[in-house]
Nanobody, 114 residues
Framework: VQLQASGGGLVQAGRSLRLSCAAS????????MGWYRQAPGKQRELVAS???????NYADSVKGRFTISRDNAKNTVYVQMNSLKPEDTSVYYC?????????WGQGTVVTVSS
């Protein structure tokens, strides 16, 4: 199983980024896909998730700014991050979950400068 995240970088506050996570080795359409983030000294937290049926869940801190989507034909999950804030600076991780099966990708770093 491989979850390959990409799209991180350095941006100014107020700008946008889109993260992508390409999955292989799983039946992608059957998995809930999510994005988590972990800032230095803090616990990893859920940013957004999307179920196989398309139900979305967001952290309160990103509601209205981030949008998660999935393309089952491409085995890829995205998160569009708009109006970025310095507090969004973190390492972002892709996650896939189905029943007791759970997998993590490597992180991609997002840095938002003020």
């Amino acid at each position: 199983v491989q979850l390959q995240a990409s799209g991180g970088g350095l941006v100014q506050a107020g700008r946008s980024l889109r993260l992508s996570c390409a999955a292989s080795g799983i039946s992608f359409s059957l998995f809930t896909m999510g994005w988590y983030r972990q800032a230095p000294g803090k616990q990893r937290e859920l940013v957004a998730s999307i179920t196989p049926g398309g139900l979305r869940n967001y952290a309160d801190s990103v509601k209205g700014r981030f949008t998660i989507s999935r393309d089952n034909a491409k085995n890829t999950v995205y998160v569009q991050m708009n109006s970025l804030k310095p507090e969004d600076t973190s390492v972002y991780y892709c996650n896939s979950k189905s029943g007791l099966r759970e997998f993590w990708g490597q992180g991609t770093v997002v840095t938002v400068s003020s």
